[in-house]
C-alpha cells in the first residue's frame, strides 16, 4: 500500500471515531424527528376503559385510576414522552407488560411522582420519580414542581433498562440482577404486591400509562417510540 494511501485511509478512521458516539456516551433526551407516536390522537390503537383517558390539545390524561395500553407488544425500544404532575401525584409508565389485567406484578414501572409533597418526599426512595418502583431508586431527583412539564426518555434493551429525567440519566436497571420478589440486591425490601421476581419476567409487552392515582391527576403530552432492531 502506498504512502499516501495508507494517509487517506488513517484519516479516514479518524473520521469515524469523531463521528461515531463512544461506547460510554451518556444516555440523554434524543431527536425524535421521524418517531412513531405511541398512540393516534383518537386513541384508536389503545386499550382504556370506557369514558377515563382523553386527548385535548394534544394532552393525555384521565379521570380515574385506571391504566391505558397499547394494543401492540413492544421489545427492545426507545420511548420518549412529557409528562406533567399536580400536587401529590402518584403515576408510571409502565413497560414489559405480559398481562395488562393483572399488571403489577407482571410488568414494570418507571415512576412518577410529585417528590415535593411531603407523602413522597418522606417515602422510600424507589418510590420516587425516575425510580424502577419498589425496586431501583434514581440516583438523584430531577422532577419539576407541580405545573411544570418534565422530559422522560427510557429504554428498553432486553432486561437493561435506562431512565432519563430532564437531562439526566438517573436510572440504570439489569432486570436479570432481581432474582427476589422479597429484597432487592442491595438488601432492601420489595412491597409484597410487587409478587415476581423481575429476572423472571419477558422483556417484551404492552406499554402503560397509570392514571389519576387518588385525587392528584397527571398529564402526559409528545409520546413517540423508536423500535430497536
Not at 404486591?193 to 391527576?217: C, M, R
Request: net charge neutral; aromatic share 10%; with cysteine.
Amino acid at each position: 500500500m502506498s504512502k499516501h494511501r495508507v494517509v487517506y485511509v488513517l484519516i479516514g478512521l479518524l473520521a469515524i471515531s469523531l463521528s461515531a458516539p463512544a461506547a460510554d456516551a451518556p444516555l440523554t433526551h434524543p431527536d425524535t424527528t421521524g418517531w412513531k407516536e405511541l398512540f393516534a390522537p383518537d386513541l384508536s390503537n389503545a386499550i382504556k376503559p370506557d369514558g377515563v383517558w382523553s386527548v385535548s390539545d394534544g394532552e393525555l390524561t384521565a379521570n380515574k385510576d385506571e391504566a391505558i395500553w397499547t394494543k401492540d407488544e413492544y421489545e427492545n425500544f426507545i420511548l420518549d414522552l412529557e409528562f406533567k404532575n399536580a400536587e401529590e401525584t402518584n403515576s408510571g409508565v409502565i413497560v414489559y407488560c405480559s398481562n395488562f389485567k393483572d399488571w403489577i406484578p407482571n410488568a414494570v414501572e418507571i415512576q412518577i411522582a410529585d417528590d415535593f409533597a411531603k407523602k413522597w418526599a418522606e417515602s422510600p426512595k424507589s418510590w420516587q420519580c425516575g425510580a424502577i418502583f419498589g425496586h431501583l431508586p434514581a440516583s438523584k431527583s430531577m422532577v419539576k414542581k407541580p405545573g411544570e412539564w418534565n422530559h422522560y426518555t427510557i429504554k428498553c434493551v432486553g432486561p437493561k433498562i435506562d431512565v432519563v429525567l430532564n437531562g439526566e440519566h438517573v436510572t440504570s436497571m439489569d432486570m436479570s440482577k432481581w432474582t427476589s420478589a422479597k429484597t432487592n440486591p442491595d438488601g432492601t425490601e420489595i412491597p409484597s404486591w410487587l409478587s415476581k421476581p423481575k429476572s423472571t419476567l419477558p422483556t417484551k409487552g404492552k406499554i402503560g400509562f397509570q392514571g389519576k392515582h387518588g385525587n392528584a391527576p397527571i398529564w402526559f403530552r409528545n409520546i413517540k417510540i423508536k423500535e430497536l432492531k
